[in-house]
């Protein structure tokens, strides 16, 4: 599996930023399907900082791999603030690693809705001692939308490595 210049580019990085302070990461993962997991796992040596990832795409198993209670999902929805952090918080301490990132959103070409539509991405990032999310709107198609929630939870755990320091 390969993944385009720039995200590369920004998973080296993040292995770089890691292997020099010794910390781990993680990513709970539901639209992207384990993008960012592959991402980070196509640079050599990346066993040093990633030894866990999670591909919840069914609200069943984010509930059971992560702990995101079936009520938050009932109430607010699978793409959500409190989805994401739920998801972002279980996948840090079910796995142990110091930083976490989590995504949760619509690719498309279908199950958009007014409220969310097509490209609605959440996204969370954990570590150590807080967790910060947001809601990104991606242009494009399933694999535009995909790319860019890569791109933009890579970008978010460097943000977030740099701020431990």
């Known amino acids: 599996m390969s993944v385009s210049p720039e995200t590369y ?38 066993s040093d900082y990633f030894g866990t990832g999670y591909v919840t795409y069914a609200n069943e198993a984010k509930t059971r791999l992560l702990g995101v209670p079936e009520a938050l999902i009932a109430e607010h929805g699978a793409v959500s603030r409190g989805v994401v952090e739920a998801m972002v918080t279980g ?22 809705s007014p409220d969310k539509p097509v490209g609605t991405v959440w996204l969370a990032w954990s570590g150590p001692d807080r967790v910060r999310s947001e809601c990104r709107h991606f242009p494009g198609d399933r694999r535009a939308v995909r790319e860019q929630a890569v791109i933009a ?3 978010g755990l460097i943000a977030q490595l740099e701020k431990r320091d």
């Open 9 to 46: 580019r920004l998973a080296e990085t993040l292995g770089e930023r890691c292997r020099a302070r010794g910390v781990t990461v993680t990513a709970a993962e539901s639209c992207t399907g384990g993008g960012v997991a592959s991402a980070i796992t196509e640079v050599a040596g990346s």
């Open 91 to 112: 996948a840090c301490r079910d796995s142990g690693a110091d930083l976490a990132v989590a995504i949760s959103g619509v690719a498309g070409p279908g199950g958009g």
């Open 153 to 155: 939870a890579l970008e």
